[in-house]
């Protein structure tokens, strides 16, 4: 069993940055492929990026890609996502999870808030 714990979230101007943590506890987690989630007002909630536990490859969404920065440190159990040059479509509640995500480990999640 995992626990996530997301924070790191808040208002920021369009351009701007935020680094979002996700604090993992349970056992092996760096065992795990890990991901960043979000979902906006009224959309369905959607994949931002993936790191393999293995090879450390990581993926990213489209739309984020030379943006954001996905990274772990098993040691602390903890996945960040750095976000650089902030849009206001950015704007959505981020959620950590495994990958391929599991029901019983979605979070509060972080509330990120873009404004133009």
């Known amino acids: 069993q995992v626990q996530l714990v997301e924070s790191g979230g808040g208002l920021v101007q369009a351009g701007g940055s935020l680094r979002l943590s996700c604090v993992a506890s349970?056992?092996?987690?760096?065992?795990?492929?890990m991901a960043w989630f979000r979902q906006a007002p009224g959309n369905e909630r959607e994949f931002v990026a993936r790191?393999?536990?293995?090879?450390?490859?990581?993926d990213y969404k489209h739309s984020v890609k030379g943006r954001f920065t996905l990274s772990r440190d098993n040691a602390k159990n903890t996945v960040y996502l750095q976000m650089n040059s902030l849009r206001p479509e950015d704007t959505a509640v981020y959620y950590c999870?495994?990958?391929?995500?599991?029901?019983?480990?979605w979070g509060q999640g972080t509330q990120v808030t873009v404004s133009s």
């Open positions: 349970g056992r092996a987690f760096s065992r795990y492929d």
């Open positions: 999870n495994t990958f391929p995500p599991q029901a019983d480990y």
């Open positions: 790191i393999a536990w293995n090879t450390g490859r990581i």
